[in-house]
């Protein structure tokens, strides 16, 4: 994408005043490969329209982005997480454990999961349940749970091309990976009636029989992918049968490479995804070491600028990229400008 410039009047928003004395001058980002492109374009904007270097931007999941973040205060731990989940409650406390008390989450708009494959190949309109079937380690056949015996997406639904089964997925560092197990895999469980057999194996412990919908095949048809998203296309570019797990915005940037599933009969778009018609979508969270805000030049100047409207909003290069923008962006902006923290934040 083009560097991002902006109008004199759009920079008036936000003041600049550098600090003059830190340790460190630039913003340090690490996290979600999802935001990431997001995160990048709006520190390549940050950098050329004011005074403070660009920040840093770096990938690694959205897990391993919390991680470190919440490895401590101090010039040698990063400054914001991206995330494409939220930050759960064992990681505040790990957080907390480090001296990381005070986090100001900064929800910037929402993405959609979605299923590509090559744009030669066949074309798929999936359920929840068809996912389930391919992927899920044991499924239920003829009235019993057994190991998953599919090797052909036909064996899985009749309607469905004599392809075999291969899946690029997002590995379990990744916050992708935690929005289609809950969205996709367990609410297939659901409706093919693994669930109530596995939640009759376990004595009705519901947290075991979860664990044991998400628990996925290792003959290698599902794939995890530790990577970002190129990895995942390249997987599919090797081999013309993979379908890969994607967010919407990498998608809608590389359809002249791939061509999109539909799920539940809703085509995913931005259009889709902010009427909440396609039931695959999520938020997309940064979060603000609140204690590095003064000490960091340009910190809490980056995240206000992030969330700007002609930044963040409907006509902003973000969504131009493919972010569904958030309706409440103004609740964002002034929790930003309030630096207001998260519960559980002292």
Request: proline share 4%; aromatic share 8%; glycine share 10%.
């Amino acid at each position: 994408m083009s560097p991002t410039k902006l109008t004199t009047s759009v920079l008036a928003i936000v003041a600049v005043s550098a600090t003059a004395a830190a340790a460190r001058d630039q913003v340090q980002i690490a996290g979600s490969s999802t935001v990431l492109p997001y995160a990048s374009i709006v520190a390549e904007a940050f950098g050329e329209n004011f005074d403070f270097p660009t920040p840093v931007v770096e990938s690694g999941g959205s897990s391993a982005g919390l991680k470190r973040f919440c490895e401590g205060v101090g010039e040698n731990t990063i400054d914001i997480a991206n995330a494409s989940r939220q930050i759960k409650s064992a990681e505040m406390k790990v957080c907390a454990a480090n001296g990381v008390t005070e986090i100001i989450e900064v929800r910037v708009g929402y993405d959609g999961i979605v299923f590509a494959s090559d744009i030669a190949g066949n074309s798929f309109e999936f359920t929840a349940s068809d996912w389930f079937l391919a992927l899920s380690d044991k499924v239920v056949v003829e009235g019993a749970l057994v190991e998953n015996p599919f090797t052909m997406w036909n064996e899985v639904n009749a309607d469905f091309p004599a392809q075999p089964i291969q899946a690029f997925i997002p590995g379990t560092k990744h916050g992708t990976r935690e929005v289609f197990e809950d969205k996709v895999i367990l609410a297939g469980c659901e409706e093919t009636g693994a669930m109530e057999m596995l939640l009759a194996v376990n004595a009705g412990d519901k947290k075991a029989a979860e664990k044991g919908c998400i628990s996925l095949r290792s003959d290698g048809k599902s794939v995890d992918i530790d990577g970002d998203y190129t990895e995942t296309l390249a997987r599919i570019e090797s081999n013309k049968n993979g379908i890969g797990v994607f967010g919407l915005a990498f998608y809608e940037n590389n359809t002249d490479k791939l061509q999109v599933a539909t799920m539940s009969g809703v085509t995913p778009s931005t259009e889709s995804i902010s009427s909440g018609e396609y039931p695959v979508s999520r938020p997309l969270f940064f979060y603000i070491k609140k204690a590095h805000i003064g000490v960091i030049p340009g910190l809490k100047d980056f995240a206000e600028f992030f969330v700007l409207d002609e930044i963040a909003g409907p006509d902003g290069p973000l969504a131009e990229y493919g972010l569904v923008s958030d309706p409440e962006l103004a609740a964002t902006q002034a929790a930003v400008a309030d630096e207001a923290i998260i519960a559980g934040g002292s």
